[in-house]
Structures are given as structure tokens and as C-alpha cells.
């Protein structure tokens, strides 16, 4: 057993018990941190896949920017404990039970999936998961969505302050 | 490093999409320098005149001969111009029954125009990706501008409990596609439709489930942005919750590029699957979402509601039309309607670029009949009702013909052409679909469709009785007039009758906008 595969089972248990923290926690709270831990656990996942640069992206933006922002907000909003679970209605059970219905179906897939033919030069080797690769591939072949990208921002950014404003 | 040899040409299909970012920009940018009451009439004249310019292009690009553009990332195809154009009108009707709505409640700003200008370049150029990272952004782009649009008039609980149920759901909706999307990666190593041919004839016999159950979560990805059943649940509270406009932009635009792009990615991934497969599975969703979307309109008396049940039903039309490009090997009944031919190819390839014909003409025959039908009740609703849940009623409608002679005239036209009766667009474009349909083999489902849209015929005479023959009531308010709403309610009232009683030079201009790259 080879140390890469120990450590992406490591990585990949913790990733499983956080997220289901977050979504189990009582405290708002709680719940953020759990989603924090996700996130650096998942980093980890990415670094095993040579994917450094979306690694350091994932903790410097999701695990930090985002989070703080989350954490402001529990604390703004003032929520408490989530008071009862509620009743089990048959929406809430027929939704539970499609949705294990489709983890058995991937589960199942993904698990009579044969390995994938990993085709990467020497050259693409050396370079692959850099910031260097990276820049060089958006801003060339991946032009078109890479400006779809800036216009989605955009977006966001008119929306959102459309969303917050006090009265229109 | 090699650099791309990107050319103008690479740019031109961008037009369309071009023109709307920049006149959205220039709406957002002259609104810095507007005080709150400033009369703000020029941006609805900016945004049609930005719709008419981007229309006009695509009818240009239409004529250009399918090719790859941006290294395959993009199409350029008679298939996406027409969605661009069809998401044109859409766009240019929307707002001039956005300038009566605004200026009723106070709430005339240019960041309205400049998302709806931002939903419509995000539904043009989904229409023409070829790429799944692109399809995702470009539907993120639309779906994120009609969130923003559906919460804008937050007053009351309804507008927000509709934004915030359309954005929980469609952001689920966008991951459940993503997921899909990532499957199909890698089972085939690549995310571009146009190379995923040969790759993807490898995996089905290497890996065939992980390409099955990754096209299964993209069909569902695809099947909520197009509301068809079991997917619809956000369907009726979102169209009656948002803004008459935007539900009217929602309806048309978002509908037909998700449409679009549904087509172009199944008429790849389906190539060498087992074909019984996509057909099932659209055949499955076109008879749920015809059946359902029109039982459950039957009872409604709120017209807003009605007609978001509608949208579902002719969901339905539609998705028997793309069911009926995956039959491969015809029934017994082959080509009963049509016996002309009109381009070469087997029965079986003209009967299937005839759905795919009908698909379009349905689309955009969809645009003008439910786009004007909104503008409609926009102008006959009031602000104070809403709360009361009451803007909406029947009742409204009642006596209209008394009152506006024109209004119930062009509502009656409206009505007819969703319930698809001649001599009217909705029949010609229903007639199609179901010709299609039926040449291809799929009989018994062309019936449920036939009788499931004598049922829809219920409901919406149902309006037209109510307008010419019901008395005016009591109290009535008087109805007030605005020349965006009327030239809004003349062009679709001109194009719903003139495209059915013309159809022949639509569907000869058509026939060439029913081809796709590499099909």
C-alpha cells in the first residue's frame, strides 16, 4: 500500500464524516466549521490529483474568503439552534429515499468502472496543475468560456446588489 | 506555447450576444448619473432597439454556412441563429410590457433592462456552445440574471418566496448537470461535443453506465431549466411570483436556449447509445409533462398560474419533438402525412429534421403567443391586488370586450394560438411537431398529445368566454394605457395571425434552420 493511496484515504474519510457534520450540526455555527474542514480535506484530494493551483485557490477563497463571509453572516442573522427536526412527511421521505436511491446508483457505477486510461506525456507531466499551464491554457484555447466566466461575474455582481437594495 | 489562430470570424456569432452586454453596460453605467424621479423612458427604447439590432444579425449569421468557431467551443449554425433570434423577440417584447409594469409601482431602473439584456446574451450564447464548461457558465449566466430579476420587486412575501425557491432549485438543478458533465468527462477524456464522437463509442463499450448515468443527470439538469414533470415543482410559484415581465422573458427565452442546447448535446451523446434509450427517456418525459402540465391547468382561476401550468404542457409538445429525432427504426405506420420530400436523405432522416423544424417553429410560434398573453395580464393587474392573491382572478377578464375592444381581441388571439387553434401560429407549429411525430412512428404518443391539448383547449377559452361574454363587474378600476404594452400586445397579435395564415414561407425558411453542425 503506497503512501499517495493512504493518504487520499485519509483525506477522503475526513472529507465524508465533515460534510455529513454539516449537514447533522445543530449550531449554524458548527456547521460552518465542518464546511471548513470540507474544504481543506478536499484541497487535499485536489493536491493528490496534481491539481495544486485549484488546491490553493480552494483554501485561500472557499476555506477563507467565503467562510469568513459565512460566519458574518450566522453572527448578523443571530440564529439559534435549529429548534425541531420536524415531522417525516412523505415529500421529506420520498426525497430522503430518491436520494439515497441515486448515491446506490453512482455507487454502483462508479464502482464497476474499469480504470481510465491516463494519457499524459512527459512533457504535460512536468507542467501539468501549474499556474503556468493553467494561464497559458485560459488565456488562449479556453478564450470563449474564460469570457463567459468575466460576463457570469458580472452578473452576479448587478444581481446581487439588485437583490440587497433596500426599495425599489 | 502555440497560440490559437482565432480570426474575425471566430467573433462574428458573438454578435448577437456582443450587442446585448454592451447595451446592458451602457444602461448600467448612464444610471449612475440619473436622480430617483428622473424620467427614465429611453432605457426600454435601448433595450428593444439592442433586441432589434441582435435580432437582425442573426438573421444575417443564419445565412452562413454551419462551421466550428473558438477551436470548437462554439457553433456557428442556422439552428443557434434562430434560437438567437427567437430569444430576440422574446427579449423586445418582454420590455416594452416591462415600461407600463415599472412605471406602475415606481420601480423604472436601468439595472431591470440591463439584467434582462444579461439573461438574453447568456440564452444566445447557450444556444450556440458546443462545449459542456461553456453550456454550464452560459446557463449560470441566464439563470443567475433571471434570479436576480425574480426577487427585484421584493414587496411582500410571494416575490421573495419565488426568488428564493428558483435559486435553491436551479442552483441544485446546476449541479446535478455539472455532475452529469463531469461523468461524461471521464468516460470520454474530453468536454467538447464535436470531439466526443469517437471517444465516446470507446467508452460505451469500456465503461457504458458511466455514460448512461452521467446523460440520465444531464437530461435531468436540462429537464428543470425546461420545467418538465417530475422537474416542474418551482414552476408555478416562480412564473406567478416574479415580475409579469420576467416571467414573460422566462418563459420564452429560457425555455427555448435550454431547449436549444438539450438538442445539441443529446443529438451527440445519443450517437451510439443504444437509441431505445434517449427515446424512452424523452418519450417518458414528453407524456408525463404533456398529460400532467394540462390537468393541472384545468382548475386554475388565476391566469398568471394558468398559464405557468401552460408553459409545462407545451414543454411537453416540445420534448415529443426532440423524442421523436432519437427514433431510429420506424413503426408500421412510417410516414403517414407527409409523402413529399423535401431534401434527400431516407424517409426516416427528412422525418426527423421535420421534428427538428417543428421544434423551432414551435419555439418561436411559443414566444409571441405567451409572451403576449403576459403582457396582457400585466397590463390588467394591480399592485394592490397582489397581496390579496387576487391581481390575477378571472375577473379581470370578465367584460373586457366591452371595455377594450382591442385588448380581448388580441387576448382571444393569444388564447387560441396557445390552445393551438387555426387559424392561428400555435396550430401550424402544433401541426408540425405532431406530423413529425407521427411520421416517425410514434402514434400512440401523438394522440395523448392531441387529446392532452383538447384539454388545454378548456382552459384557455375559458378566458375568451369570460372577456366577451361575461358582463363587466362592479366597480371595475379603470384600465390604464401605455404605448409599451400596446405596441407590445399589436406585434404579437400581428405575428401570432399573419405566421398562421403564411406558413409556407416560414417553414421553407425554417427548413434551412433546422440544420445543426455535424448532424
Redesign the interface.
Known sequence: MNIELALFGVFAVMTLVSAGLVITARSPINSAMALVSTFFFLAGIYVLLWAHTVAVMQVLVYAGAIMVLFLFVIMLLNLGDAAHRGRPTVTRILGGASAFGLLA??A???G???A??A?MGPQAQATFGTMAAIG?SIF??????FE??S??L???M??????AKSR? | ????N?TLADFLPLLPAIIM?VAASVL?LSEVFLSATASRGYQAVLTVVAAAASGAVAVGLMFEPPQEV??G??VLDPFSSFLTLVVSVGLGLAALSAVGFLRKRG?E?G??Y??ML??S??MS?LAMSS?F??IF??I??LS??T???T????RGTRPSEA?FKYFILGAFSSAVLLYGTA?LY??T?TTKLNDMVVPLQQALS??P??VY?GAVLIAAGFAFKVAAVPFHMWTPDVYEGAPTPVTALMSAGVKAAAFASLVRVFLTVGKGMDPKLPLMLFATLALLTMVAGNLMAIPQRNVKRMLAYSSIAHAGYLLLGVAALFVTAPGEHFRVLSASSLSGGTPLDVARSDALRGILYYLLAYTFSAVGAFAMVSALERREDEEKGTAWDLERFAGLAQRRPGWAFAMAAFMLSLGGIPPTVGFMSKLVIFQAAIDVGLVGLTIVAVLSSAAGAYYYLRVVVYMFMHPVPEGAQPLERNWGTEAALVISTVAVILLGILPGHVTDWLAQAGTLFGQ
Open positions: 446508483v453512482l454502483v457505477t462508479l464497476r468502472t474499469q481510465l486510461p494519457e497559458q488562449t484555447s479556453w478564450l470563449l468560456p463567459a466566466v460576463l457570469l458580472l452578473v452576479a448587478v444581481g446581487a446588489v439588485v437583490v425599489i | 506555447m502555440t497560440l490559437p482565432l452586454v448600467l473558438f477551436l467551443f462554439g420601480a431602473r439595472e431591470f440591463a439584467l444579461f439573461a446574451a447568456g450564447l462545449e464548461i461553456t457558465i452560459n449560470e449566466v443567475i440574471a434570479y436576480a430579476l426577487a427585484y420587486l421584493r426568488g461523468l471521464g468516460a477524456g469500456t465503461n453506465a458511466l448515468v
